[in-house]
């Protein structure tokens, strides 16, 4: 296909380089943007091309995918690949970002490799500047006997250069890495058997480094037959050659780098503060009470929005001509249990908006770092903080991680240790209490509940510590740079993982409460006397010491076993169900849902200054909670409100966690952790029972 | 720079440590490790375990998860894994500077 192409064109180049370089926005500028665009045979990868008119002679462009190596790691990269190889380009234009030199010369270098003209195309140079980097191209082109155009792409700087440099015939690039002397002996034998192919030295390199390229058959053999004797001697042909590519790049890309000394670097300033020995802490800490307090003010007015839409579902379907048990299927088990499940959606939303900016802007690597101190205070090895971090994400490859340790005592303190910790799920399952049983210190709560499963956890290696002392050392870490994130990036990631939420929770989470309508439904009478009420209510005296009496609120402990995040779903089933619900008219419906629409995004504005301690434009509304809010409201007083989130927190935390303690510990230890679990949650809680105020 | 890099990862370690141990930009150890990662010889911090991923049926994050691939986790830790560690055995058994034997000249 792309042969085709260019039987009519005189001349033709392709643009290659890593991803984000420019390489696009470099074609449109030299083709005033005459793009064709389609995708690659048999890919779904774009491909971009065009036609254009340089000083008279008809130029095709053809923009290859972005590409860190030749290596074909990536889809992306097979193609840019194998379509070098094929089309057999006039000229490579091989855009490199001035700012990331080092990485980007990796490329250059195997493209030399490859006997194709090659001209560098040196863009972003305005960015390096703005880092402090200056590159001399002088220097760099005679370093790489290769024509290099300094650029900014965007602004059309240096285009015209670029321009007048494709339509030289510029001579094939010279290879620039010297290997060890058995590597060059192997290459220049496989290269004899390719006689007359340009590409020679790097299909031998690739050939020996172990990657599939297409090669003759007796070409194949023999380098398979090097491959294996080089490594029967100790030579790993792949480690070899990438190390020393690498290692050209580093010394060529200090020889031609100017690092200019930033002036005193605003990172350095804020990690004098934010490392502190003694405020490090407490201002991580208060950084992780705003990213709280932010989704909680924010989601909130969205929770209730969704209560709302509940109800008017509820009536909608109360008011219809349904038989009663589907009308009870829909209202109760569909809208009640999935709805509320659906809630989860905007505190989700928040809580990954905040995180992904505290995430990107190098804020959460800095808790790394202060959890190496704390975790030296807990007597555990340092290097225990990376599976500990990774629990507040998600328990189970945080207990996988726990293999980064070499001592196993070390590694089982850490792994009883990490189920304590909230992970992003039971994070939003504690907003959402929060809203309901305690609106006016919802902030407070959630971040209460979140220091004492960090706390829980360490005071559990701790004292196992005591048990099973071990010797530890702690590395010191280096840091990645502040950088403030952009908004569109930030949003971005914060809808994808809402949404993949919403789409992983589709599934267990409805059938989990599909179930529990089931059970609650099934066989004729009230739910009050089902099968699983009266399971339900044998539990209820052990939870009563913990000011917890209510049947629904204790059932629902035994499906988050599963995950926490179907306790909330379950409880929507079981007390949705058992309010009467007044019928609705489709016109009546559709004014609640509008005005409720409408008090969300007022009480989403107000949110803004309440964010930042300032009044607020507005008293909110004293209005009688509704739903859900309502329904626990009155089920259960706060200090025994406060018990159940305390022992939601720390008792077992998901099926899959056990999973992954029983295959990496054992069964024995899968069972301990589970019953040690319990024990502490139910300890706490009775403790918080005790002493929360009523 | 590979052997200095897989003795270097003996010891789990982040992306910015090692930059700062090799003296090099972060961003092309970077490169220099999804190429390693690519070929099985170093991984993340966490999935080690051949069974990671399998038990979290009931999990609805997990889309979320970095084990499986969708999320880069926010600390990337890298470790050697029982490839890279034999590869680094090897190397340790030779020395890099000297001319290797036996395989035919020009
Ligand atoms: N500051 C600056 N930005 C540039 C320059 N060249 C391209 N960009 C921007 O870098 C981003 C990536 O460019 P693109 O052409 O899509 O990169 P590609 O992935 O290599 O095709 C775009 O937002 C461009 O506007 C440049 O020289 N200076
Ligand atoms: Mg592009």
Redesign the interface.
Known sequence: MAALATARAERLLVTVGNPNVGKTTLINAVSGSRFEVGNWPGTTVDRLSAHCKLSGRSVEIVDLPGS??L?A?TPEEKIARDELLALKPDLVVDVVDAG?L??NL?LTLELAEMGLPVVVALNLVDEARAKGLTIDADLLARELGLAVVPLVASRGEGIGELCEQALRDNPAACPLVAY???IE??V??LGALLEGAPERRWLALAALS?ETVRLPLPVAERSES?RQ???A????P???I???R??T??EL?QRVLDRQQAPPQLTEKIDRWLLHPWLGLPLFLAGMLLVFRFTFLFSDPWIEFVGAVQGVLAGWVAGSALPPVVQSFLADGLIGGVGTVMAFAPVLFFLYLAMSFA?SSGF??RA?FIADRVMHWAGLPG?GF??L??GF??N???I??T??MEDFNDRLRVALAIPFTA???RLAVFVLFAAVFFPAQATAVVFGLYLLGLAAGLTTAAILGKLAPTGHSS??????AYRLPTLGLTLRQAWM?TF??I???G???TITVLVIWLLLNVGGGKPENSLYAQLSQLLVPVFTPLGVTDWRLVGALIPGF??K?VVIGTLGVSYLGSEPVAALGLMDGLQQLGQSFLTACWAFLNAIPAMFGLPQLAPPAPEAPDGLAGALGTSIAPAGAMAYLVFLLLYTP???TV??IR??FGRRWASFSVFYQLLVAYVLGLLAYLVWPS | ???Q??ALLE????T??L??ELK?????V???L???G??G?VGK?????P?????????????????KG??A???P?W?LTARGRD?LL??R??S?EV????????
């Open positions: 860190y190596s290596a790691t990331n080092e990485r990796y060890q002397p058995c002996a192997a220049e034998e172990g090097l004797k080089l490594e001697e100790g030579v790993d792949f480690l070899e990438a190390g020393q690498y290692r790049a580093h890309s995430e959460l690597s790394a290097r990376i599976p971090m990774l994400g998600c189970v490859p945080a996988y991680a293999r980064t992970c992003s799920a590395g010191a870490m280096e840091l990645p993982r993949a939420f789409k992983g929770a599934g267990s989470i599963i995950a995040e998901c099926v899959a999973v992954a295959q990496e | 720079m590979t052997d890099l897989l010891r789990p370690r982040t910015a440590e930059s700062g090099t930009d972060e961003q092309a970077e490169g220099l999804s190429l390693l690519a070929r010889y911090a966490y999935d080690s375990s069974t990671c991923g399998t038990g979290c049926g009931s999990c609805s994050l997990q889309r979320l998860c970095p084990a969708e999320e986790p926010f600390l830790v470790r590869a090897k190397v058994g030779t890099t001319p290797c034997p036996k395989v035919q000249g020009r």
